[in-house]
């Protein structure tokens, strides 16, 4: 089983570069989220989506864009790339009942110089 | 605004020895997950705490969850060093018709052998 699967596993932007960090999910779940992970820290979580279609604001949204136009895929988009989006990108998604675990991608390591 | 905060945020231990990881939340919520994250490795989904006084137990390590107090407790028993890893508290608000996960600070177990 895939499960959730994140692209690239690592990237270096430059400042001002755009990117698109690929997630799929083959577990037919509805949910899904975005997370940022800084060096040492927490998760924070940047966006979410309830189904295709459906998209929502997390706790730190600023700086990126989302879109799910198919139950699997949820691509995080980054505009404009800043020092202060170096981070690790996790993906997850979970099962929309509720009552379940998210699953995490690997994650996505991106560095921005 | 929820806030998820877990004590202590580093812990070292010796092998053998037991102790508890706290996770408190600011917020109604009656469902609770641990993860565990190895350095370098996305987060592995441990236990998933549904109601107000569930208690799951997985070889050395048993989460509770009191949601009056708004307590989950992480309990390590005669610890080993395959232990060693970075864990974080999630909460799922509840009520709001959507499920996002709010994580916690996490807190960095070493155990030294």
């Known amino acids: 089983n895939a499960g959730v699967t994140q692209t690239p596993k690592f990237r270096i932007l430059k400042i001002g570069q755009s990117m698109t960090l690929q997630c799929t999910q083959d577990?037919?779940?509805?949910?899904m989220y975005w997370y940022r992970q800084d060096p040492g820290m927490g998760l924070k979580l940047i966006y979410y989506?309830?189904?295709?279609?459906?998209?929502d604001k997390g706790e730190v949204p600023n700086g990126y864009n989302v879109s799910r136009s198919t139950t699997e895929d949820f691509p995080l988009r980054l505009e404009l790339a800043a020092p202060s989006q170096t981070s690790v990108y996790f993906c997850a998604s979970s099962y929309s009942g509720g009552n379940t675990e998210a699953f995490f991608g690997q994650g996505t390591r991106l560095t921005v110089v | 605004e929820l806030k998820v905060e877990q004590n202590p945020l580093f812990l070292s231990m010796q092998e053998g020895k037991n102790y508890t990881i706290y996770c408190n939340y600011s917020t109604t919520s009656d469902r609770l997950y641990w993860y565990r994250q190895d350095p370098g490795k996305s987060l592995e989904s441990l236990f998933v705490l549904l109601s107000n006084g569930a208690v799951k137990q997985e070889g050395r390590l048993m989460a509770s969850l009191d949601t009056k107090a708004r307590l989950s407790t992480l309990h390590i028993t005669a610890a080993v060093h395959d232990l060693s890893a970075t864990y974080f508290c999630?909460?799922?608000?509840?009520?709001?018709?959507?499920?996002?996960?709010?994580f916690g600070t996490g807190t960095r177990l070493k155990v030294l052998a």
């Open positions: 999630a909460v799922d608000i509840a009520g709001t018709g959507t499920y996002k996960y709010i």
């Open positions: 577990m037919n779940h509805n949910y």
């Open positions: 989506s309830v189904g295709a279609g459906i998209t």
